[in-house]
């Protein structure tokens, strides 16, 4: 497969089968994914006048595109625990692009992800179109953010923060920043939000690189497509549901972030063995 230098994955070493699996897997994916973002907008036109900022509907279609891809990729999902009812937020350990398919096939969810992202090639266009919500790391900004936040959950929709800030290798969860988890301690939320901490574990096949489905560093995206597309035997991925705890038991957002890496950190270990 792949040659992998400090972090940096090179352009695959692909055969003939690979190729092939490039082709049949990629020519079904594109047109899953891309038919299904055409009829998501189409539906929205219809969602936006009779709901407004709630979405009853387009997120079963994430969902679904999601569900499609994970089988096109060939990967195992397993999934422990369940979704939390109820008003409330989650937060995951982050791996890669492949996270958006993994979070959204277990559950209806909407991303929350720095401004960087909505300029990115192909991801960000399909992020702003699912409702993700963008945040950028401006102090000034920071009040009129949570205030975003405290609109979206209101209305109902489950957003997923990746505490770590950035992605990892898959075989590590990298320290938690608190930041984000202010947003969650304003007056009106506080007393009534949960958060649950979500663990999302990477399972290479045998005889590759453990750190395969991991996108982190100068990494390029298409380079890394093309790695997974290719890759056979696949491996799998292992969502892990946590109970979800009451923000209000928590004295603060650091003391809240600290508890939800521990559980996370705790569980991804175990996990890998």
């Known amino acids: 497969m792949s040659d992998w230098l400090s972090g940096r994955l090179v352009v ?3 055969g003939g089968a690979g190729w092939l699996r490039v082709v049949l897997r990629g020519g079904l994916l594109g047109p899953v994914v891309y038919g299904g973002l055409a009829l998501h907008l189409l539906l929205r036109l219809v969602e936006w006048p009779l709901f407004g900022a709630r979405r009853p509907i387009t997120p079963w279609i994430t969902q679904g595109v999601c569900r499609a891809a994970i089988a096109i990729l060939g990967l195992r999902l397993t999934v422990r ?8 937020a989650v937060v995951a350990n982050h791996a890669g692009w492949m996270d958006i398919f993994a979070l959204n096939a277990v559950q209806r969810i909407y991303f929350v992800a720095k401004s960087e992202v909505a300029g990115w090639a192909g991801i960000g266009w399909l992020a702003r179109a699912t ?13 009129a953010q949570a205030a975003e936040v405290e609109l979206r959950l209101r209305a109902g929709h489950r957003l997923l923060f990746f505490p770590e800030g950035t992605s990892s290798d898959a075989l590590r969860v990298l320290p938690f920043k608190s930041t984000l988890f ?20 990477y399972h290479a096949p045998p005889d590759h690189d453990p750190r395969l489905y991991g996108w982190w ?16 035997p696949q491996g799998g991925v292992e969502v892990i549901f946590h109970p979800p705890v009451e923000v209000s038991d928590f004295p603060d957002r650091k003391a809240l972030a600290a508890y939800c890496e521990a559980v996370i950190r705790h569980a991804h270990v175990a996990a890998r063995g």
């Open 12 to 14: 695959p070493r692909i």
């Open 217 to 232: 560093g100068d990494m390029a995206f298409a380079p890394h497509l093309l790695q997974v597309l290719a890759t056979s």
């Open 81 to 88: 625990g369940r979704p939390m009812e109820g008003l409330g």
């Open 182 to 201: 202010a947003a969650f301690f304003t007056p009106d939320l506080r007393p009534l939000l949960q958060i649950q901490p979500v663990t999302v574990v």
């Open 131 to 143: 409702g993700t919500l963008f945040i950028t790391r401006k102090t000034g900004l920071a009040q």
